[in-house]
């Protein structure tokens, strides 16, 4: 049973991880939109972007709920990330206390 619950621990903090980059790059792309250095009437970029929103909205939604307006500034994606970071810090001390015990 410890050894199913420290595969299934690895499997969250891999998912966590891809979530994450997920986030920065998506964060990165719409900043090089922003500043126009790429152009939304590029196929692939449009495509990438509406792609990694798609991934995205469903998670950072019920965040943006909760989150006060605060006008341009979307802090959801910081809130994210800070979330499964801790996740993932508890679940490795649970993981931790499993191997100990």
Do not use: C, H, W
């Not at 619950?5 to 920065?24: D, F, K, N, P, R």
């Not at 196929?43 to 965040?63: E, T």
């Not at 341009?72 to 508890?90: N, Q, T, Y």
């Amino acid at each position: 049973m410890q050894a199913f619950l420290g595969i299934l621990i690895q499997i969250l903090e891999l998912l966590s991880s891809v979530l994450i980059t997920v986030v920065i790059v998506q964060f990165v792309l719409s900043l090089l939109i922003s500043f126009n250095v790429v152009s939304m009437s590029n196929q692939f970029v449009s495509a990438i972007y509406q792609s990694l929103n798609a991934i995205l909205d469903p998670v950072l939604r019920p965040i943006r709920k909760i989150m006060p307006d605060t006008g341009m500034i979307d802090f959801s994606p910081i809130v994210l990330i800070f979330g499964l970071r801790v996740l993932m810090i508890i679940l490795a001390g649970i993981a931790n206390g499993l191997a100990g015990a």
